[in-house]
């Protein structure tokens, strides 16, 4: 991480670190005392060290959900796509909640009188908790996952690096073989993308076992984030995030408002809560910088 923040200092700031007033850097990662260990790479970022290092004046780290959070203020209305309106038209004030499927899943909440200002955005690991399957098939492959993993967690069936374990499942559940002409692009290409693009295409123009890895895919996403719904109330909106959701909205609104909303009782409840797609994926870059902005997170 110091080598590519050494070459972005140097290319933009010819290496005038010390003029920095405040820098912010969202990592997929939990925060303690300003430092974190990376969920998914093998690096240790400390912000204290990295000031003494760069010479900035102030240095943060946050949660890249947490980043995404502050970067709803910068979105326009072409960022994001609804998927769920509220009945009169109109959105409350209060909590929002966010959801972000990605290489991982991450998930937070934001409190406050809006999702654009004066926000207190809450870091969580709720993409680690565990996976509740819904249905017969889903429980089946909770056994899969189990047998490969130990503890399932839904990260384990909702991110872009699950997608090549939903496609095995649906794979080795009908017996069949991988097609040569699939493997290679597996070897290739990432394979999330992969099945992403033939899921998209149908069962019948695609693969039929992307097309199934695609739909719970989506069916699980919606089902966690309805979880999430209820543990936070978001009557402010649902925020999904990340870079998958983007690419795939025609299966989102095919499929994840059922599974967010099918919560028994409080099924009519939850179809009153706004839905929306972040369609902009610099979001928590830009979150990142407007929280540095505010000389990381304080308006002075």
């Given at each position: ?9 140097q ?13 912010t ?22 912000a ?119 496609y ?22 990432d ?12 069962a ?46 025609s ?6 408002i ?8 409080f ?10 797609i ?23």
């Amino acid at each position: 991480f110091d080598e590519i923040l050494s070459e972005f200092l140097q290319t933009h700031l010819k290496g005038e670190s010390s003029e920095v007033c405040c820098t912010t850097f969202g990592v997929a990662a939990t925060v303690t005392a300003n430092r974190c260990t990376m969920t998914n790479l093998s690096w240790d970022i400390d912000a204290t060290k990295l000031s003494a290092k760069f010479g900035f004046k102030k240095c943060i780290l946050i949660n890249d959900l947490v980043a995404t959070a502050w970067g709803l203020s910068g979105l326009g209305k072409d960022d994001l796509f609804t998927l769920q309106a509220p009945p009169d038209g109109t959105v409350s004030n209060g909590t929002c909640a966010l959801i972000a499927a990605g290489t991982g899943l991450g998930e937070a909440l934001i409190v406050g009188s809006e999702a654009t200002s004066g926000i207190t955005a809450l870091a969580t690991e709720g993409g680690h908790a565990d996976f509740g399957p819904i249905g017969d098939v889903q429980i089946e492959l909770l056994l899969y996952l189990r047998e490969k993993y130990g503890h399932v967690s839904y990260e384990r069936v909702v991110s872009g690096t699950a997608l090549k374990d939903l496609y095995s499942f649906f794979l080795n559940r009908r017996g069949g073989e991988i097609e040569p002409e699939l493997a290679a692009r597996f070897a290739a290409e990432d394979s999330g993308a992969v099945i992403t693009e033939l899921g998209l295409q149908g069962a019948k123009n695609g693969d039929r076992d992307c097309f199934d890895a695609l739909n719970l895919f989506v069916s699980a996403y919606g089902a966690e984030a309805g979880n999430l719904a209820l543990k936070s109330l978001p009557v402010a909106g649902l925020y999904i995030g990340g870079g998958i959701a983007p690419k795939i909205v025609s299966a989102m609104e095919r499929g994840f408002i059922d599974s967010f909303s099918a919560k028994g009782r409080f099924e009519p409840f939850m179809r009153t809560l706004p839905v929306y797609i972040i369609l902009n994926e610099s979001t928590a870059l830009l979150g990142a910088a407007i929280h540095a902005s505010f000389g990381g997170g304080i308006k002075e």
